[in-house]
């Protein structure tokens, strides 16, 4: 069992930059592939983010490719996604996703995911 909580969030300028963590309690962060997914209003979840439970690897929508990077401290059991060029086609409650696997790959799919946080909002002004 692993609880999974989301901070960072708020409200940003076009053009600024954010950057969320996700915090992992219980089991070690370490054993899970964690990734990041986003869910505008009147939309359905999309896939934003990946990245390994190494860290080594990683994966990004097109939408965010060159502007959003993810990253993982195993020994602090935290995540983030660093938010740079944002656009107000961003704006969304951000989730943090856990995969327990026992191998150093990436998933994209959510349905593959064990654990979810409750989400942070992100607020992109134009």
């Known amino acids: 069992q692993v609880q999974l909580v989301e901070s960072g969030g708020g409200l940003v300028e076009a053009g600024g930059s954010l950057r969320l963590s996700c915090a992992a309690s219980?089991?070690?962060?370490?054993?899970?592939?964690m990734g990041w997914f986003r869910q505008a209003p009147g939309k359905e979840r999309e896939f934003v983010a990946a990245i390994s439970r190494s860290g080594r690897n990683t994966n990004y929508a097109d939408s965010v490719k060159g502007r959003f990077t993810s990253s993982r401290d195993n020994a602090k059991n935290t995540v983030y996604l660093e938010m740079n060029s944002v656009k107000p086609e961003d704006t969304a409650v951000y989730y943090c996703?856990?995969?327990?696997?026992?191998?150093?790959?990436?998933?994209?799919?959510?349905?593959?995911?064990?654990?979810w946080g409750q989400g942070t909002q992100v607020t992109v002004s134009s």
């Open positions: 996703a856990a995969a327990g696997l026992n191998r150093d790959i990436l998933v994209v799919t959510p349905g593959s995911y064990d654990y």
């Open positions: 219980g089991r070690t962060s370490s054993s899970y592939a």
